[in-house]
């Protein structure tokens, strides 16, 4: 038997008022044939996931008691890493000490433990099963990068290479909030795959210093937002574009208000505007005869919806992206880490609420559980 | 050879300072095979052709020397009506008297005559030859009819039929505009074709008179920029949306800003925004939560360009447009006509000018000229 936690609330709210942490078992003696009962290693904090809680994001997990809740609850967070502790006598696809990260949002990812099904688990090589192959090039994937694959490496990869179809060596991309962890991922992806890109960032004191690091990342041209809406350097970035013999196809918006319009602008004809975010809280704005006389297209981007219906495609990019982590080519985001100690005195969701509340880079928080404890 | 005369200009800029009139002839003895020598019936005034005077407009006329300039001039105006006075020897399709209206745009209309070939030229039924049919239910084009056809009627056609799927009886569209004349003729046609539809008006204090007369036309829901953006009006449309068993699947915008916004957010799932003009002259402004989570998309239109290489479906669009006009079906926005008088010390540009200096309505220039004079 099993004793586990996990980070539930009964109501939307603030998560430092709705949140608690709840105890439930799991009997790991008799599990049904299908049945795979998982540890968590790290799972991190994602906007969306305090959004959820919030009640303000359209995908939400269905309140339940599962858990054994008196009143239904649901559980909280989206992306996380498990290792397989034990699995039911039908399962093939999966065995004790593969790492697993769930199929779908809403499963739960704050927790110590969970008791699912193989539908519920996708399968990631563990650094001990990368070692077996024998690949000098090769070497594991990191908790991190396991705990954080689902999300932003996806949405680069994705809104890079599922719309327009961009010519190596020749076509560009323009973003914004190019320092972002999404757009981070751009950069480098865009490099992977021969695409020339031009990243916005905020304007700030140590621009040279930013404009260097993401260049070194694997971005074109780091401009900053007054240089985004300057026509000097729109012309400057045409003939640079020019002088590719491409066009710029595709735009990636994070940020909208007058951002969105600048990196609009530079959208050759018939261009693809994708929207996954909006870090101005303002709406997207678009000059009119980029519409019209330019045939200017815009769209939104949701990674969730995408890969919803779509397990090949999910499992495509993965296998992708873990590819490009195990040979070295692609950098994961910095993480924050959090580590979760179970003799420790603090509860589960207070250490959530720690990662919610600091707002400087990703948190992750890391379990290093014992079984059956 | 017949004196015929054209508003031209040299160099672009307000049309007061550029335009003027030019005499030239036309040898209408010895024509080509495929000539054909037209007098002009009436031409409007567009604020497109007004944008193409200021160099503003990215679809312009070449300047040439075909007028006898002696520095290269380009014509004005882009929609009107002519009528057939001679034809070379080869020419099947037009005889004298046919009524014809330019094929493409750029080929000049404010203008006493032109000399061109059949691919100029699209015909259209004058009145005599509808009353040839003998069908009771048929009367003739008028010449405003005829004259303003190739702009207006086809951009609210078009944006009704040939993007979305909307099912009679059942699917809305939502425009800004509402009184503008697009938006009337899209008012008209969604109500020929069955289609719902929501028109958004300016705030005024005629609004209750205002909504009459739209909903007579054809519109189904009238409101104002202000019930636009309240969420009880929202809320009211979406359950009288829900009556009809359809969805607000299209948007037409012709505002920009706060009212995008508004008819965006009428918009169902997977809905789509036309933009084919930008009166608030400020830009295009979407909330980035319907890009993201209602996979709104947002497009531009300009029937200039998307019937440019589409010759059948210009064809068709007008047959349809004629047919409604003959039928009494679809009423035409009214014009206020100036008359040129080639006795009158008036020169012909002075005339345009009149019409480009009167903001209230559509300014038609009607022409009463005989042949050979």
């Given at each position: 038997m099993i004793t586990a936690q996990a980070v539930l609330y009964q109501q939307h709210g603030e998560p430092q008022e709705v949140l608690f942490t709840h105890s439930f078992k799991i009997?790991?003696?008799?599990?049904?044939?299908d049945a795979v009962v998982v540890k968590t290693l790290a799972s991190p904090v994602n906007p969306s996931d305090i959004n959820q809680i919030q009640g303000v994001y359209p995908s939400k997990p269905p309140k339940t008691l599962d858990f054994g809740t008196e009143e239904p609850a649901a559980p909280c967070g989206n992306e996380g890493l498990f290792e397989v502790l034990k699995v039911g006598?039908?399962?093939?696809d999966f065995q004790p000490g593969d790492w697993v990260i769930p199929?779908?949002?809403?499963?739960?990812?704050?927790?110590?433990h969970a008791l699912g099904t193989v539908s519920n688990f996708i399968k990631l090589p563990n650094p001990a099963q990368t070692q077996q192959?024998?690949?000098?090039?090769k070497k594991g994937l990191t908790v991190s990068q396991a705990a954080t694959i689902s999300v932003n490496p996806p949405t680069a990869y994705l809104m890079l290479t599922h719309y327009v179809k961009l010519r190596s060596g020749k076509d560009w991309f323009v973003q914004n909030g190019g320092t972002s962890a999404v757009g981070k991922y751009a950069s480098q992806i865009g490099k992977l795959l021969g695409i020339n890109s031009i990243s916005v960032v905020r304007d700030r004191d140590d621009l040279d210093e930013t404009r260097e690091k993401l260049k070194q990342l694997g971005a074109t041209i780091v401009i900053s937002e007054k240089e985004n809406l300057s026509r000097e350097v729109s012309a400057d970035i045409k003939s640079r574009v020019k002088e590719t013999q491409g066009e710029v196809k595709l735009a990636l918006n994070c940020v909208g208000s007058k951002s969105s319009q600048g990196i609009a602008k530079k959208?050759?004809?018939?261009g693809l505007m994708l929207t996954y975010g909006g870090m101005s809280m303002q709406p997207v704005s678009i000059p009119t005869s980029l519409f019209i006389f330019k045939n200017i297209i815009c769209a939104g981007f949701w990674v969730t919806e995408l890969l919803k219906n779509n397990p090949e495609l999910k499992k495509k990019t993965l296998a992708q992206i873990v590819e490009w982590y195990e040979t070295g080519k692609l950098s994961d985001a910095p993480t924050n880490k959090i580590q979760f100690n179970?003799?420790?005195?603090?509860e589960l969701h207070s250490l959530y609420l720690r990662g919610i509340n600091d707002k400087n880079g990703k948190q992750l928080i890391t379990y290093n559980i014992g079984v059956n404890e």
């Open positions: 009997d790991d003696e008799n599990l049904k044939p006598e039908n399962v093939k199929s779908n949002v809403n499963f739960g990812t704050w927790r110590t192959q024998n690949d000098p090039a959208l050759n004809h018939n179970e003799d420790a005195k603090e």
